[in-house]
């Protein structure tokens, strides 16, 4: 298990336009939206490659569905490669039930509410088109999003790199000075999660308040004792327990589970670093990198309840591999329930979709396009 806390001496050199040309000719962007405005998610959508797949995977009441496309539209008529999923789609919903993942269904017969369950559908969408190699997911609820520039930067240099030269040593940062033209084994799982250098309020003067969010501080020590316990290493801390922002390569996104709600980004986690101490994946090796970015994070800062909710849901889990968890992870779990007085939440799981009986549908993604398709093949320039 390779882990890596990286930060850059600087993030773009023209030397590195092309391989930049390389890596978003075959990235997918999965924006996850619920009910933020479209003005909102617009300043999102300014910033990411105009030529890139951008699938928008939206959880907005469905009757403002149409009002949302029609005003993306007219905002995009640049972008040639957009598309815009209800979450409540029914022809996801048949798919996912013809693949036996009758569990992510409510009574109504579609994909049930979920942080968790959009990032799934978004996994999906960006496997039926076939040609991406990565993809990255982001949040619409970013206030101040000029941040996925540097996101989008650093995760192009990581990706394409074959390897993080150096020890990774507890709380240092890896300087990155050169980066290696090569890409990484097609056979490694690769997950790139951000590191937010700070998450201050809007109109704060402080961008150091806040460094780590009050979910991550809860969960991410656990990783650490779960990474002495599995792989007797001491030299790392873990940092991006539950990273919104992040990105994967196709590979990984469908060898890793899913699961509900706010518990899908410490699942999938788990779920890397599983595939890493079992050995039985058929893969040949897990690679961790967290980016300490440099842009502070702003958006909406949510009550007590609502972060108690996700702490419950995050913890959930571990108890997934509760048979192999070390006793040391078994005990610091019970602490943080008592201290926290939090109730055992059983987040529901949802099988990797390469797992799934999966075929490519030919131009399924066209009925989600908000404008004219182009030929994908021709536009691809570089391999």
């Known amino acids: 298990m390779n882990i890596h806390t990286v930060q850059f001496s600087h993030i773009l050199q023209t030397g590195e336009l092309e391989n930049l040309h390389a890596f978003l000719s075959r990235t997918a962007f999965v924006i996850s939206h619920k009910n933020e405005s479209s003005e909102i998610l617009l300043r999102v959508l300014w910033y990411l490659p105009v030529d890139s797949p951008i699938i928008i995977v939206t959880n907005c009441q469905e009757r403002e569905r149409d009002a949302l496309a029609s005003v993306l539209r007219t905002a995009l008529a640049q972008h040639t490669r957009i598309y815009l999923v209800h979450q409540k789609d029914e022809t996801i919903a048949r798919l996912f039930a013809t693949y036996g993942v009758s569990h992510l269904l409510g009574t109504d017969n579609k994909v049930i509410d ?13 496997y039926q088109l076939e040609y991406p190699r990565w993809v990255i997911f982001y949040d619409a609820d970013n206030f101040v999003p000029s941040a996925l520039l540097e996101y989008t930067l650093a995760m192009s240099r990581l990706f394409l790199q074959a390897s993080l030269d150096g020890p990774a040593r507890e709380y240092d940062t890896l300087i ?7 890409y990484a084994a097609p056979n490694f799982l690769q997950n790139v999660r951000i590191c937010w250098s700070s998450k201050p309020g809007l109109g704060s003067g402080d961008w150091d308040a806040g460094i780590i969010g009050r979910c991550t501080r809860v969960v991410s020590p656990l990783f650490d ?3 002495e316990g599995w792989f007797g290493r001491r ?8 990273a919104g922002e992040q990105g994967m390569t196709i590979e990984t996104a469908l060898a890793l589970r899913f699961s509900a709600g706010f518990s899908v980004e410490t699942l999938q986690l788990l779920d890397l670093l599983f595939h890493a101490m079992d050995g039985r994946s058929g893969v040949d090796g897990s690679v961790l990198v967290q980016y300490q970015s440099q842009s502070p994070h702003f958006h909406e800062k949510k009550d007590d309840a609502h972060v108690k909710k996700m702490i419950e849901e995050s ?7 509760e048979a192999v968890l070390p006793d ?4 610091a779990l019970q602490q943080v329930y008592a201290e926290l007085q939090l109730e055992r939440v059983s987040p529901a799981l949802y099988p990797p979709l390469g797992t799934l009986p999966l075929q490519r549908i030919e131009r399924w993604m066209d009925r989600y396009a908000l404008l004219a398709k182009v030929d994908c093949q021709e ?5």
Do not use: P, W
């Not at 979920?114 to 960006?126: N, P, Q, R, S, V």
């Not at 040391?328 to 005990?331: A, E, G, L, N, Y």
């Open 315 to 321: 913890l959930g889990s571990f108890f997934h591999f």
């Open 379 to 383: 536009m691809l320039l570089v391999e």
């Open 225 to 227: 004792a779960l990474l």
């Open 114 to 126: 979920g942080k968790g369950e959009g990032m799934y559908i978004g996994a999906l969408c960006a």
């Open 235 to 242: 030299d790392h801390a873990i940092r991006s327990s539950n």
């Open 176 to 182: 990155v000075q050169r980066q290696g033209g090569s």
């Open 328 to 331: 040391t992870v078994k005990r």
